[in-house]
């Protein structure tokens, strides 16, 4: 393995430096040249795999540092890659850098290279864009890396590839990056660049087995190495230390001075430039960002107020922008004797001690304000506020964050904003827009921006379609599908409007079931979490299935204390689910935890439809077709509430009951191969909402059942719950008995004929005989539209609806009406 560097010499190798707090009390020592004191400095972690920290001086992640030093740092080693590998290979060449902390380097290095496109690692998983490669870093306090670019090939060419990080200590990050990538995607040649090389003799020998093994040559370009020296007990003496010397969080700083509102400033950032490496930073961007840093340097400027000690702070991985905007805007406050000064916030919980012997002098505390998906945490800006210093403390700070990381948490009381403003006379805020891969599918819609819903009920796997026309009248759409010219799912109908008379059905539909349907709900519930999980992912079939998912998630809540994952997803019939949502789903959970939820089962074809789905999908292995649901009139499922057909307020009605959310549309002008279904949110219909009546009305008798469902759990349990698909045994029978010849123009039971009623052009109505109240809000329907209800015995559902089976405009009066035969 050639260095790439000069050999350090036996005269430099003896000189020993070590942090004067962090030496006397650890004892870790670092040997090497006279220019690590100026690379490094020495700090204790709050991580248990590693007790001390290397805290690099030109990084700009710890230590506030000129932004030209750190830009420059990086750029010298850039160009000395460069060198090393010519421009012929310089051109081929890829460099990827470590997140969270080398992210900046690493760009830097590129724009050194000059030549090569960016790459960073993320901890962040963004939907939609797949993951080319993973690897871990055994070391750090956070380890799962991720490589999303959104040129998929961008990997898969066989020129050298660079690897950035701030420091190269064991090798061990190198060598599971370069195992990952290698298998994926071989290559000759790897340069490993870091800031300081402290490998001990068996590292250095161990990666030069591994290369020979992989039969690639590996380069390491460095400024400096040395070595690290570690009492046999650190790791247990680091613990003690942290634990003695351990301090709450910087205060706010003392006096009368008000604190500044943070002021947001808008960079005018050029549209289509990525806000980093995390998708990938080629030259051209890097071209268009070096055009446009003087304008949006000076929109900062504006609002600095003669400041003259300034702070740009950037965010974990988000370096790189806020970089060259501190370049830029130091470029322009350097004539009237201003000073900037850039560093990052982090997640790595570091001892803070206030002494200058020591590299981390104070730690302003925050919650994580991006969403994280390993979960809310705690996040950390080092040596912004002053501590003891007066001298140290900045006039403004110019925080800078990604448009993801825009959110609440920023502003509250206690975030990142408000514990700046306690350390600064000046505060302003810029936000750069996380870049968008294209062909990325976003995460899920959640209300109220999408349906009436509380975000927390359900996330929509959906797409938002509700500026486009899709509503056409129910003659023409009939007549379209069963001439074969259009399919249900691609048009949707007008949403209908009940009367007065129609809405006080439902109410007391709602007021007579509601125990009937929390039993239901508790039931069902309860066996998923005995026999399918015991931290299910719900996921109910838009949008009969998703009042159903709120409730068992309520359930699970209140009678558990559980917080289920809920989302809803569209599957079509004859066009199966969605498997774009399923591709999410199976990105951010486990689908061996995935259960899906549907309101009821007629005759069984959606059943069957996502069962034949799953089936031909081999390259989404782990979900389960079994399907879970209130009411299995039908006999289709195994996991349900009862098997009962009874009436279910909520499919009285159609959006109003379901967070006012239309069915689910499948049209390939509207929906690509990469996307989401689609659906509409109806907000003008908010005046009739009531998805939370129906919610609240059931969830309110959870507790006077519970002894029910835990009689009826202990009964299912005991019971052979096979499917006896007897209802698709009726339906066929009645489609020759009627003459219909179309199993799909017979929809069975109470839910199913009520969707009869409100969207299609019903023929007739079948009801046993003696069916009572379950029905009142069918009859008024048909009385409506016109549609006899014809009462026979031996009908194993309350009621059956029946689609004209030769519709055609000619089959309607001039009302609108279905003609009766």
């Not at 905007?325 to 001690?353: C, E, Y």
Request: charged letters at 25%.
């Amino acid at each position: 393995m050639n260095d790439g560097m000069d050999a350090t010499t036996e005269e430099t190798r003896h000189v020993v430096w070590s942090g004067e707090w962090v030496a006397g009390r650890l004892g870790v020592a670092l040997s090497g040249g006279d220019e690590l004191p100026e690379l490094l400095g020495l700090a204790l972690r709050r991580n248990p795999k590693r007790a001390h920290l290397l805290v690099s001086n030109v990084l700009g992640k710890h230590v506030p540092q000129r932004p030209d030093v750190v830009h420059g740092t990086g750029v010298g080693l850039g160009r000395r890659v460069r060198a090393l590998l010519g421009d012929a290979d310089a051109a081929r060449a890829v460099v990827l850098g470590y997140a969270e902390t080398a992210t900046g380097l690493g760009h830097s290095v590129a724009d050194g290279l000059a030549l090569a496109p960016y790459l960073h690692s993320t901890r962040r998983p963004v939907p939609g864009v797949p993951h080319a490669a993973g690897f871990e870093e055994e070391h750090s306090h956070a380890t799962a890396h991720l490589l999303l670019p959104e040129d998929r090939t961008l990997l898969a060419g066989d020129g050298p590839l660079v690897l950035v990080d701030d420091e190269f200590s064991t090798g061990r990050t190198v060598l599971n990056t370069i195992r990952a990538l290698h298998a994926r995607y071989p290559r000759k040649r790897y340069v490993v660049v870091a800031l300081v090389d402290m490998r001990s003799a068996a590292d250095r020998t161990r990666l030069a087995e591994f290369a020979a093994e992989l039969g690639a040559r590996v380069d390491l370009v460095a400024l400096a190495d040395g070595g690290v020296h570690l009492p046999d007990d650190a790791l247990d003496r680091g613990r003690e230390l942290v634990a003695a010397h351990e301090q709450p969080p910087a205060p706010p700083a003392g006096g009368a001075a008000p604190r500044p509102e943070a002021v947001r400033v808008d960079l005018g950032w050029p549209a289509g430039l990525p806000d980093g490496g995390r998708h990938g930073f080629t030259p051209a961007h890097r071209a268009l960002l070096e055009e446009r840093l003087p304008a949006m340097a000076a929109r900062l400027a504006a609002h600095l107020g003669g400041a003259r000690r300034i702070l740009v702070l950037g965010n974990e991985e988000l370096m790189y922008a806020p970089l060259r905007l501190a370049g830029a805007l130091d470029a322009q406050v350097a004539p009237a004797g201003g000073t900037v000064r850039f560093s990052t916030t982090t997640r790595s919980p570091v001892l803070a001690v206030d002494d200058p012997g020591y590299a981390i002098r104070t730690r302003l505390a925050f919650p994580a304000h991006d969403h994280p998906a390993d979960g809310p945490g705690e996040r950390y800006a080092y040596n912004v506020a002053p501590g003891s210093d007066p001298e140290r403390r900045f006039d403004a700070v110019v925080a800078v964050v990604d448009s993801a990381g825009d959110r609440p948490e920023l502003h509250a009381p206690g975030g990142l904003l408000d514990r700046l403003a306690g350390h600064t006379d000046r505060l302003l805020l810029a936000v750069v827009p996380a870049h968008t891969p294209r062909g990325a599918v976003p995460g899920p819609l959640r209300g109220p921006a999408f349906s009436s819903y509380a975000p927390e009920e359900v996330g929509w796997l959906l797409q938002d379609l509700s500026d486009v026309t899709l509503e056409a009248p129910t003659e023409e759409r009939e007549e379209a599908i069963q001439r074969g010219g259009a399919h249900y799912a691609e048009s949707l109908p007008v949403e209908y409007q009940p009367s007065e008379e129609y809405r006080e059905l439902f109410h007391a539909a709602l007021r007579t079931s509601a125990d009937r349907i929390a039993r239901a709900v508790g039931t069902v519930t309860e066996t998923v979490l005995a026999e399918r999980s015991p931290r299910p992912v719900l996921v109910s079939l838009a949008r009969a299935g998703t009042p159903v998912g709120i409730l068992m998630r309520r359930w699970a809540a209140h009678v558990h204390g559980l917080d289920l994952p809920h989302y809803a997803v569209s599957i079509v019939r004859g066009r199966g689910i969605d498997t774009t949502a399923l591709r999410w789903l199976a990105a951010h959970h486990d689908p061996a935890d995935v259960v899906f939820v549907d309101g009821w089962t007629g005759k069984g074809a959606i059943t069957r439809e996502l069962a034949g789905t799953l089936a031909a999908l081999p390259d989404l292995p782990g979900f389960d077709p079994r399907i879970a649901v209130l009411a299995d009139p039908g006999g289709c499922v195994t996991t349900y509430g009862t098997r009962d057909d009874f009436l279910i307020p909520s499919a009285c009605l159609n959006s109003t009951v379901s967070g006012l959310i239309s069915r689910t549309v499948l049209r390939t002008d509207l929906v690509g191969p990469d996307d989401f279904h689609g659906a509409k949110f109806y907000r003008e219909l908010a005046d009739g909402d009531l998805s939370a009546t129906f919610l609240d009305t059931v969830a309110a008798r959870f507790d006077p059942v519970a002894d029910a469902v835990a009689a009826d759990v202990r009964e299912l349990a005991a019971t052979d719950r096979a499917p006896t698909w007897a209802g698709w045994a009726a339906v066929e029978r009645i489609s020759e008995e009627y003459g219909i010849h179309d199993i799909n123009l017979v929809k069975p039971g109470v839910g199913e004929t009520t969707r009869v009623l409100l969207r299609r052009v019903p023929w007739r109505i079948l009801a046993r005989r003696g069916a009572g109240s379950d029905l009142d809000h069918v009859r008024l329907l048909a009385e409506q539209r016109g549609v006899p209800v014809e009462e026979v015995d031996e009908l194993p559902y309350t009621c059956v609806g029946l689609i004209h089976p030769r519709f055609t405009r000619g089959a309607t009066g001039a009302d609108g009406r279905a003609v009766a035969s």
